[in-house]
């Protein structure tokens, strides 16, 4: 069984400040985590994922996040957090779970970002 | 299309009517899955569809909801004798195939309001 810990509920930081949002995961595999944003009123965006590859994986609007093995986390992180990078961010661990072999996915709690003047 | 699109966006509906939520995946797409996101309980899946076929439909929350899938593109979300607690966002993915590292893509939701 997998399962996804997001640490913070809500996380506030000031304009230009770095950005951390932790996540913890459990998974019988190597599993395939996903970082997705959605803001207000509108659906998943896809930040990154990490896909056994490297483990510093990039993503858009200049996020990033470290797979940690030894600590199972692949905590989100921003060098300068910008008004608009406020949202609500999911971490989600994926494996082939379905009947059928579709991927499951389990998403986290979610993480509330406000990003203030 | 260049993205999952789902329709409606915004659905008012009386307790006790059926409704139907539609889905467009990305073009080339085998995989769709529907997942509810509502308040207190997160995002769930409610099934997932390979082709026309839905091998999986352990998620539909009663069967009042069924989903169909025609060929290989659109997919449509009933549900029948809607209550209030059906209440939530409904949302839609897609992906070109299964398996480690596939990534699964979301359309924006049909929000559902049941009074």
């Known amino acids: 069984a997998q399962s996804v810990t997001q640490l913070d509920s809500h996380v506030s930081v000031s304009e230009g400040t770095p950005v951390l949002l932790r996540c913890n995961y459990s998974?019988?595999?190597?599993?395939?985590l996903f970082w997705y944003v959605q803001h207000p009123n509108k659906g998943l965006q896809l930040l990154l994922k990490?896909?056994?590859?490297?483990?510093l994986v990039k993503g858009i609007n200049g996020f990033e996040a470290e797979f940690k093995k030894s600590e199972t986390s692949f905590h989100l992180t921003k060098p300068s957090a910008h008004m608009s990078d406020a949202a609500e961010y999911f971490c989600?661990?994926?494996?082939?779970?379905?009947?059928?072999?579709?991927?499951?996915?389990?998403f986290g709690t979610g993480t509330q970002l406000k990003v203030e003047l | 299309g260049a993205g999952v699109s789902q329709s409606p966006s915004n659905k008012v509906t009386e307790k006790g009517k059926d409704v139907e939520l539609r889905c467009d995946p990305i073009?080339?797409?085998?995989?769709l899955y529907w997942y509810r996101q509502s308040l207190g309980q997160g995002l769930e899946f409610l099934i997932y569809?390979?082709?026309?076929?839905?091998?999986?439909k352990s998620g539909l929350p009663s069967d009042r909801f069924s989903a169909e899938r025609t060929g290989g593109s659109v997919s449509t979300l009933t549900i029948q004798r809607t209550q209030q607690e059906d209440s939530a966002v409904y949302l839609c993915?897609?992906?070109?195939?299964?398996?480690?590292?596939?990534?699964?893509?979301f359309g924006e939701g049909s929000w559902l309001t049941v009074v």
């Open positions: 073009s080339g797409h085998t995989a």
């Open positions: 993915a897609s992906s070109f195939r299964t398996g480690g590292g596939n990534t699964i893509y």
């Open positions: 998974s019988s595999y190597s599993p395939s």
């Open positions: 990490y896909t056994s590859a490297a483990t």
């Open positions: 989600v661990v994926s494996d082939t779970g379905l009947t059928g072999g579709g991927n499951k996915l389990t």
């Open positions: 569809f390979q082709g026309n076929s839905a091998p999986d």
